[in-house]
């Protein structure tokens, strides 16, 4: 059975519902309890933690930043997609506005920058390391099957997303599909032709 599921159709408070849910219990797993039990196992090993002046502040600006960032994207993902962050009830269409028009996997991004604020803030560099560590297994594992996934689901769509965004680093502009080229009509056509004869017998 294939992991990347799409939703089931649902009104869109149900799926804002559910990714708030998703989120919520992502982020008490991954940005507090899980931390929390580093933190407290530094410790009881008299591991020292390093800290220096602003990094409070500058720890509390990163995670505002990449949690605000993070929720428009999961929001994105249930209301123009159609379904949740979650692969087995994944969005039914490609989501490419928003955060996903400058760089591929911004709740990915988001995620590890979310997790360096964590790091800062209680000063644990084993934090650090588990959030490094994290983004290299995404990067060499986990996100070569949901782009097969997301190719197998949306096909050229995906593929054209694909080649035109960066999957780590934002674009320096966002980036859109060209617009098709209007249908010429009948008349024009002809107008057109009569003019290149015209020209070709000067």
Not at 9 to 17: C, D, Y
Not at 55 to 80: C, K, N, R, Y
Not at 173 to 198: F, V
Request: glycine share 6%.
């Amino acid at each position: 059975m294939p992991w990347y599921r799409p939703a089931e159709r649902a009104p869109t408070i149900w799926l804002v519902l559910k990714t708030v849910a998703h989120l919520a219990v992502l982020w008490g797993i991954c940005l507090y309890l899980l931390p929390r039990a580093i933190v407290g196992w530094q410790r009881d090993a008299d591991l020292h933690a390093l800290f220096f002046e602003p990094q409070h502040a500058l720890a509390i600006g990163v995670m505002a930043l990449a949690s605000t960032i993070s929720f428009w994207s999961a929001m994105l993902l249930a209301v123009a997609g159609r379904g949740t962050p979650a692969r087995v009830d994944a969005p039914r269409h490609l989501v490419i506005t928003g955060p996903y028009a400058w760089v591929r996997n911004p709740m990915v991004v988001c995620g590890l920058a979310q997790g360096l604020a964590v790091s800062l803030y209680t000063g644990s560099v084993l934090i650090l390391l588990l959030v490094l560590v994290a983004g290299v297994l995404w990067h060499f594992i986990r996100r070569k099957d949901e782009e097969k996934d997301l190719q197998r689901v949306f096909g050229r769509n995906y593929e054209l997303y694909r080649r035109s965004v960066r999957c780590w680093m934002p674009q320096r502009r966002r980036w859109a599909p060209a617009e098709p080229e209007a249908a010429i009509s009948a008349q024009t056509l002809r107008q057109e032709m009569g003019r290149q004869r015209r020209r070709r017998r000067r």
